[in-house]
């Protein structure tokens, strides 16, 4: 699982993250993640686990440093270049799948596309494409409440990877799943990552850091205390 890429596909520098306290939410943080990566962020709750992430999608801005994403300073991007990045250059999994319940699995899988203006031909051929490879085709016409725990998130999954971005952003993606959807989450998450997928998983789960990531980093008070290879990589 180790990465064979050279470039980095996420470079942060100098950055510093402030909101209304005393204690910075990030502090002074420089990180490169290489295509083809698969890193986890651990932490306590208010490590600035949470923070990092939202830098990376785009969610929010640093107070201070530069966020370099794909090639692209997110940091300075307007609210709609914001939005145009997350559709086109990440892919987001959810703790809770964030799927549309009143729309199909089929329909949940394509709606990234149809933001993205492609060709509708395209889109469902590639969304069949997914669900052949997660193994959810038989759920295609399904309603997502009708399906475990796993299965949604393996739904969730393939919407965020409709339209091929470079980075896939898990958050907690085994935290509201009994065990065995867990595993079976894990499971697919270092299949995504031997096919050449770089992930960046945010999670208070060892265990899951463990088995899916091919580096580890903790995080304490806003700074990066670990950075190593997990026992996958050695």
């Known amino acids: 699982m180790q990465s064979t890429a050279t470039s980095p596909i996420i ?3 100098d950055v510093n993250k402030t909101y209304d306290t005393d204690r910075p939410a990030l ?7 290489r295509g083809g990566e698969a890193l986890a962020v651990l932490g306590r709750s ?18 201070q440093g530069t966020v370099t ?23 987001m999994v959810f703790q809770f799948f964030n799927l549309l319940d009143d729309l199909t699995v089929s329909d949940n899988v394509l709606l990234p596309a149809q933001l993205a203006g492609m060709p ?3 889109a469902r051929s590639r969304a069949a494409e997914l669900l052949d490879q997660l193994g959810i085709t038989r759920h295609a016409r399904a309603f997502p409440g009708r399906l475990s725990g796993g299965e949604r998130q393996r739904v969730a ?17 085994t935290g509201a799943l009994d065990s ?10 270092v299949e995504l990552n031997r096919a050449g997928q770089t992930i960046l998983l945010v999670t208070h789960d060892t265990a899951l850091a463990d088995a899916c990531a091919s580096r580890i980093i903790e995080l304490s008070d806003g700074r990066i205390t670990r950075d190593v290879l997990s026992p996958v990589a050695l």
Do not use: W
């Open 120 to 122: 509708q031909g395209r």
């Open 11 to 13: 470079e942060i520098r």
């Open 46 to 63: 208010g490590s600035g686990k949470s923070t990092l992430l939202n830098l990376i999608a785009g969610l929010d801005r640093p107070s």
């Open 157 to 173: 999954v393939a919407r965020a990877l409709m339209n091929r971005p470079p980075l896939l952003l898990a958050d907690e993606p």
């Open 180 to 189: 065995a959807s867990a595993a079976d989450v894990r499971e697919l998450l």
């Open 69 to 91: 994403v794909d090639g692209l300073r997110i940091d300075r991007l307007t609210e709609a270049g914001s939005a145009k990045y997350r559709r086109e250059r990440v892919g």
């Open 27 to 33: 502090a002074e943080l420089n990180l490169e993640v």
